[in-house]
């Protein structure tokens, strides 16, 4: 990425924001050994390092320039203050809209945002209204397409969510989902209680469902019975959640995380025989 060390505040620079901010020894540590030089809150140039090996030595600690989480304008180099997870992802998207106004308004080539976020980042919903006001997918479609499709030999897979009638569309469309299962989504207050609309509509003799809320799968098997295998994803607030784990039954299946989804093959679903025909959900 194109960046001077020794003008860290030239403007055509390219962007880095650490989203997952509790690595930012990462952060200091490429700072000091690039030499990044030195630049205070009013964008004067000191002519010292801007992480020193004494800053690193006091990480985390009351007045170092090594910090816990970035700080802009505590420390040169840094972008955007990290704090809460998916913070830096939404602060990257608004940085892109700047970047992508200057190159329209003086005819230049602009600069690059890159961002380096956790899954974790990513699932804490505060990147997606940013990424609809950039009217941009915060996820590409080919990120999803290996899942999508390795479930898609099980049958029809469908997107059955829940939430606020006019947000979760929304959410869902702007993710990139709504494309990539071919306009198959279904959205309801509560998704549980709607299973005899969901049969109507995508009839199968066996159905799969995937979801982090144990909760949900519960209920689900509540209705289904047997002829549900539940997938249980262990990511996510509510799967990491002691007592929601301890309240609700296990899954028939559950996965570190969505991704691995592809490891998984429909023989050895626990039920009695193959389907014929089957509903991925």
């Known amino acids: 990425m194109p960046f001077d060390p020794g003008d860290p505040i030239w403007p055509n620079r390219d962007r880095f924001v650490l989203s997952n901010g509790h690595a930012s ?20 140039r000191l002519g010292q390092p801007a992480v020193s090996l004494d800053d690193i030595r006091r990480f985390r600690q009351l007045d170092s320039k090594a910090p816990g989480h970035p700080e802009y304008h505590w420390v040169s180099g840094v972008e955007a203050t990290t704090g809460p997870l998916g913070q830096g992802v939404a602060v990257s998207v608004g940085m892109a809209i700047a970047q992508k106004w200057l190159a329209n308004r003086y005819n230049r080539p602009g600069f690059e ?6 899954e974790i980042d990513l699932i804490q919903r505060r990147e997606l209204p940013a990424g609809w006001d950039a009217d941009l997918p915060i996820f590409p479609a080919d990120s999803k397409g290996v899942a999508v499709k390795h479930v898609q030999q099980w049958g029809t897979a469908v997107i059955l969510s829940d939430g606020d009638a006019v947000f979760q569309p929304r959410k869902v469309d702007r993710s990139g989902l709504w494309q990539t299962f071919e306009n198959r989504v279904l959205i309801y207050v509560h998704k549980e209680r709607e299973l005899d609309d969901v049969e109507r509509l995508y009839p199968a003799d066996h159905y799969v469902v995937i ?8 209920e689900v098997k509540k209705v289904w019975g047997k002829r549900v295998t539940t997938v249980f994803p262990k990511q996510g607030h509510y799967a990491l959640d002691p007592k929601v784990l301890a309240d609700y039954p296990a899954a028939d299946i559950e996965l570190a995380e969505i991704g691995d989804l592809v490891t998984c093959d429909v023989s050895a679903f626990p039920t009695n025989r193959a389907p014929s025909r089957s509903g991925t959900t």
């Not at 020894?25 to 004067?44: C, F, I, Q």
């Not at 945002?113 to 956790?118: E, K």
């Open 25 to 44: 020894m990462l952060l200091w540590s490429v700072l000091h050994l690039t030499g990044t030089r030195g630049v205070n809150a009013e964008y004067e």
């Open 113 to 118: 945002i890159l961002t380096l976020a956790t």
């Open 211 to 218: 979801d982090d809320k144990l909760r949900i799968l519960a």
